[in-house]
């Protein structure tokens, strides 16, 4: 495995974004047991909302921080990853700059 120079933390980064990604990948829907219902065995399933309460606007605008927030954390792992990569050695001068800038050129690529 490469790197190692900052105790691999960039997988910390990536894990949080992750995480974030899937608690609202359904707009913040999801689904938990009804535990309002008295039966045995498996408790049916209902459907949560973690913006209950919001205003549609409110929920547009907290949706969008949240997706722009996800990229940006990504976007964070990813930089922090070769950064870490090249203070162990495993990169070099050139090769840091251009696996840089070829996630950069790419990064243009899929918001045009």
């Known amino acids: ?9 960039y997988h910390t ?6 995480e974030i990604d899937r608690e609202f990948e359904n707009d913040g829907k ?5 535990w309002s219902v008295e039966c045995f065995g498996r408790k049916p399933l ?3 909302d ?23 954390l990504k976007d964070a792992a990813f930089r922090a990853k070769e950064l870490e990569w090249f203070m162990s050695g495993d990169t070099g001068f050139e090769s840091y700059l251009r696996r840089l800038d070829e996630y950069k050129q790419k990064k243009v690529k899929t918001t045009e």
């Open 13 to 18: 980064i990536d894990d949080l974004a992750e």
């Open 1 to 9: 495995m490469s790197g190692g120079h900052y105790q691999y933390r």
């Open 30 to 34: 999801y689904m938990i047991e009804d």
């Open 50 to 72: 973690r913006l209950d309460g919001a205003t549609p606007e409110q929920k547009e605008k907290i949706l969008t921080e949240i997706k722009s927030l996800v990229e940006i």
């Open 46 to 48: 209902i459907e949560a």
